[in-house]
């Protein structure tokens, strides 16, 4: 019976059709990147004092520097206090600006926002400062409790239903979600509404990954996921301009959002999984799809592999599977723990682009920047040296690089920033391996299941890694120091996986169980002097 990867070579590993359904891929991850990362802006801080009017009801002529003089304490460092405030008092405004105040407490009528430069944002709004700071951290966290429930939905949907459908389920969630989010009033509704958006980016990030994995050929395929995943760096420098030109929370939620809804337009043109439909039994769809892809591709696929392909027959699997097969189950494991890192440090180090002493849009462009050689680099590193090497390398200079952070002494901004671009550069290439390896590392009928699952390890450092930056109140280093240390482990259980480059990819469980290691199959040929197995069927029990 032939193999799927066999058909696709006659189809074409990389013609027309692929190249066509990447394109449409691309604009998906490009606004992706909005969704994601669009709360850096829409939560920028803004200079704030409390609200001292009572004094106005005394002296309605003060100017505002002496009203601020008067009513707000100052730091050691000469500045005005954001959370204190002098304690009200009836007394004449000769005697407080003679005696002037001494007690003090916290804000009690509210805040007083610089808005020269930055109109409204959700800090503005929502007053979400001070004791209420981390509400903002908090928010961030709960969107990616969203993508953790959308990879736990998505993941196994994914293979139940097929992923063309929960792609388009994905992007209603994120048009509908998303417009609904700018035009909240409660700042705990729009939590609720970014937690759905979250849940459809996850549809999104997963399934997209699936076609491109299960369409195109092994030899191309690495070059194809990444060009995905610079469309998204390209989203993160275009939200950086976005952001600066729009200084209006709503109106850049609006924006970032709207656009999406375009992307209803795959409705009629966005592919199912050929091979996917063949492990469910849908044999004539799948055909009718290789056809098509044929055509396009200006190919001729034979009648015998097509007749060959009725006779495949439908097969069935679940998360549990990953568990029971002692293979799969190592797998999961340490990719789990491998995207679990690599998130951490990723949005850690995203969601943290203000506090590095550069201004906010510059650093968020240069991390946008900075991810597009990244991938690129990424994309060579795979097909030179192979998938687990790349993995390992890449979350091991990321370590490395936020470890380092914590010997820079606060006040070198530039130096900080130079490390954390480090760090970003190698944990978006480490991102794009991440996507490659996980889709090699499952078979089809698992496929969506076992991402799923490794997604949702991510989702749970991304959840955490806005909460890891509020322990820099106990001590600076910490932070880092988290970022640093979780990276390096995961790299060297890398080492324990199977390599997978060049190789066609599994489609049913039976063929990850019970398998030699690649290193060892070869070893075990050159021991016996025999010659190492070329044929494709041979090479697809190969790890």
Not at 49 to 58: A, R
Not at 229 to 257: D, E, K, P
Not at 436 to 461: D, H, K, W
Not at 521 to 540: A, F, Y
Request: proline share 4%; hydrophobic share 45%; with cysteine.
């Amino acid at each position: 019976m032939t193999d799927f990867g066999e058909v696709l070579k006659n189809v074409g590993e990389f013609g027309r059709f692929q190249k066509c359904l990447v394109f449409m891929l691309c604009f998906l991850s490009f606004f992706n990147a909005f969704h994601m990362f669009g709360q850096v802006f829409l939560e920028i801080s803004v200079p704030h004092h409390c609200n001292t009017n009572w004094i106005l009801q005394i002296s309605p002529n003060l100017t505002e520097d002496i009203q601020l003089n008067l009513t707000i304490p100052q730091n050691e460092r000469g500045i005005y206090e954001q959370c204190r405030m002098y304690t009200p008092v009836d007394w004449d405004i000769e005697y407080i600006e003679r005696y002037g105040l001494n007690d003090t407490e916290d804000c009690q009528d509210g805040w007083v926002y610089d808005t020269s430069q930055q109109k409204s944002t959700l800090v503005t709004e929502f007053d979400l400062v001070c004791h209420r700071k981390d509400q903002t951290e908090l928010c961030q966290s709960i969107f990616m409790l969203g993508i953790l429930i959308g990879s736990l939905i998505f993941g196994s949907l994914g293979d139940r239903i097929g992923r063309r459908p929960v792609l388009l389920i994905s992007i209603l969630f994120m048009v509908a979600f998303g417009l609904g989010a700018a035009f909240v009033t409660e700042f705990y509704a729009f939590i609720v509404l970014r937690c759905f958006v979250g849940i459809g980016t996850a549809g999104i990030m997963l399934n997209n990954l699936a076609l491109v994995a299960e369409w195109v050929g092994p030899s191309q395929r690495a070059y194809a996921t990444i060009t995905v995943h610079v469309c998204f760096a390209i989203g993160l420098m275009a939200l950086a301009g976005t952001g600066y030109a729009i200084r209006n929370w709503r109106l850049l939620q609006i924006v970032c959002s709207a656009p999406t809804a375009i992307l209803a337009l795959y409705i009629w043109f966005l592919p199912e999984s050929a091979r996917w439909l063949l492990t469910k039994g849908k044999n004539e769809k799948a055909k009718d799809l290789l056809q098509k892809a044929a055509r396009m591709n200006k190919r001729e696929i034979s009648e015998d592999i097509l007749q060959q392909l009725q006779e495949k027959k439908p097969q069935s699997g679940n998360m549990i599977d990953l568990f029971r097969i002692p293979t799969l189950r190592k797998r999961a494991l340490i990719g789990c723990l491998v995207w679990f890192a690599n998130s951490l440090v990723y949005y850690g180090l995203s969601m943290n682009v203000g506090s590095f002493g550069l201004d906010i849009y510059l650093t968020q462009l240069i991390f946008g920047a900075v991810e597009i050689p990244a991938r690129l680099g990424a994309m060579f590193a795979v097909q030179l040296i192979g998938r687990r090497l790349s993995q390992s390398l890449y979350l091991l200079l990321g370590g490395t690089a936020c470890l380092l952070i914590t010997a820079i002494p606060k006040g070198l901004s530039i130096g900080v920033t130079v490390l954390a671009v480090i760090g970003k550069f190698a944990t978006a290439s480490s991102y794009s391996v991440c996507y490659i390896y996980a889709a090699e590392l499952f078979p089809t009928i698992l496929r969506q299941n076992g991402v799923g699952l490794c997604s949702m390890s991510a989702r749970l450092g991304g959840i955490i890694a806005p909460l890891v930056i509020l322990l820099d109140r106990y001590h600076p280093a910490i932070p880092m120091a988290i970022y640093g240390s979780v990276p390096i482990i995961g790299g060297l259980l890398c080492f324990l996986l199977p390599e997978t480059k060049g190789r066609e990819l599994e489609d049913l469980k039976s063929q990850a169980n019970n398998i030699p290691r690649s290193d060892s199959l070869t070893k075990n040929h050159i021991l016996n002097d025999s010659p190492v197995l070329h044929t494709e069927q041979e090479k697809s029990t190969w790890f």
